[in-house]
């Protein structure tokens, strides 16, 4: 599987700003995703990144709150904007597609991005 | 109605005892089903990859399909203290996943 490292681990942020979190592979890789994990609950899909291409967003996310960049196939950032305490979360990369030897939707998770919005 | 169902726990076993993690589901169109580990603060660590019904073994952990009852499980043998994480099923009819709430299991030495 491949190595993926999350920047920043964690922040805490004043409502109305914007933070953005990057997600780095270590290897080439055919699908990005971002998630979001609330307290308690699911891992919820905010986004499949796209390379070359604008991102696939999921039922109840937007591309004006939630941008997203995937300029080659081992990056993507996401920004959280105009945050709100709503918005306090983990959020995670993950990556599909690491290796001809794996299933095509095999997913490996990076460490995520613990955020807290004050 | 959730499309996976998953107990949240928490469980907590005595360590050496076999335990047995369960979700159900209610999309008949998943084919790919998962088990991730997720220790405090980590991020979801791939346990196990299953196509379709039926068993896969990988050591001490076991994973069952049974699409027929939409019910998918995870046995884990001899647990081991180490093995205390949150246990999220996730499943698939393509490229995206749908996670289950997670098990919160504790192993007591």
């Known amino acids: 599987s491949a190595v993926i490292s999350q920047k920043p681990s964690r922040d805490i942020c004043q409502r109305g700003t914007s933070l953005t979190i990057q997600c780095q592979v270590d290897s080439q890789v055919t699908m990005m995703f971002w998630y979001r994990q609330q307290p308690g609950q699911s891992l919820t899909l905010i986004a499949t990144?796209?390379?070359?291409?604008?991102?696939?967003?999921e039922s109840g996310f937007v591309i004006d709150k939630f941008p997203i960049s995937r300029p080659n196939l081992t990056f993507s950032t996401l920004t959280v904007s105009n945050m709100s305490p709503e918005d306090s979360s983990i959020y995670l990369c993950s990556v599909s597609g690491t290796s001809p030897s794996l299933a095509y939707n095999e997913q490996f998770f990076g460490p995520g991005t613990r955020l807290t919005v004050l | 109605q959730k499309e996976v169902e998953q107990d949240p726990g928490p469980l907590s076993v005595p360590e050496g005892a076999i335990v047995s993690l369960n979700c159900t589901y209610s999309?008949?169109?998943?084919?790919?089903f998962m088990w991730y580990r997720q220790y405090s603060r980590k991020g979801p660590e791939l346990l196990m990859y299953t196509y379709s019904s039926g068993n896969k073994e990988d050591g001490r952990f076991t994973a069952q399909v049974d699409k027929s009852s939409k019910y998918i499980s995870l046995f884990i043998r001899d647990s081991q203290p180490s093995d205390s994480a949150t246990y999220l099923c996730a499943m698939s009819a393509g490229e995206k996943l749908t996670f289950g709430t997670g098990t919160r299991l504790t192993i007591i030495p």
């Open positions: 990144a796209n390379q070359g291409s604008e991102a696939t967003y």
């Open positions: 999309n008949s169109a998943f084919q790919y």
